[in-house]
């Protein structure tokens, strides 16, 4: 069965500091593999997906097969980054979700 | 752009009692995701449609029941509700095609039972 694990519940930084959410998983086959972030009273949204490759807000997350992780990163948090971030997973297109317990990043200022 | 609509936006209801929880997917969205979000946990799959069939099922008890209808909303019933039904509802959808593994989530139900 699948799992994503998010090792950090809160994280705290500066503004302008560098920022790594960690996210882990298991699964045997080839997941596709996404964060989603939940600003304060908002819904779920997506953030990014790992087969697009792309930088959104700032934020970037390399897929590394090896070591079955997906951090997200971005150089220079700003107060607006705070919020719930999920890592997710789902086995193929269209299936399920299987989400991380979370990550609360507060940008500080 | 429309996104997808959730209601009610809140619900309190009584132990035993039943609820119906209301999924309005975006607009040519053909597929529907319900997730249970228990207090201070991570989004817990209960169960899916496509094209009006079940296509998935997750940890959904047999107490609740789910349908999706001809215009593609769907509800999810719940009954004989017990005081861990207390959770936030999230509904999903998503296109078959163009970004199928892009699931886009309404902003969910909360649920308290007393």
């Known amino acids: 069965a699948q799992r994503v694990t998010q090792p950090e519940k809160l994280l705290s930084v500066f503004k302008g500091a560098p920022v790594e959410l960690k996210c882990n998983y298991s699964y045997s086959g080839s997941p596709e593999l996404f964060w989603y972030v939940q600003y304060s009273r908002q819904r779920l949204q997506l953030l990014l997906r790992h087969i697009s490759r792309e930088s959104i807000k700032g934020f970037t997350a390399d897929l590394n097969k090896g070591e079955t992780s997906f951090h997200l990163k971005k150089p220079f948090a700003q107060e607006e980054d705070s919020a719930m971030y999920y890592c997710?997973?789902?086995?193929?297109?269209?299936?399920?979700?299987?989400f991380g317990e979370g990550t609360q990043l507060t940008v500080n200022p | 752009a429309a996104g997808v609509i959730q209601s009610p936006r809140h619900l309190i209801k009584e132990k035993r009692e039943t609820a119906t929880l209301k999924c309005y997917p975006i607009p040519r969205h053909d597929t529907v995701y319900w997730y249970q979000q228990g207090p201070g946990q991570d989004p817990q799959f209960l169960i899916s449609f496509y094209e009006k069939m079940q296509s998935d099922k997750g940890s959904i008890p047999d107490r609740f029941s789910a349908q999706q209808f001809s215009d593609y909303h769907s509800e999810l019933n719940m009954s004989s509700l017990e005081l861990g039904d207390s959770a936030l509802y999230f509904c999903a959808s998503s296109p078959s095609r163009g970004n199928p593994e892009t699931q886009y989530f309404g902003p969910g139900t909360r649920l308290l039972v007393l």
């Open positions: 997710a997973l789902t086995e193929t297109s269209g299936s399920r979700l299987t």
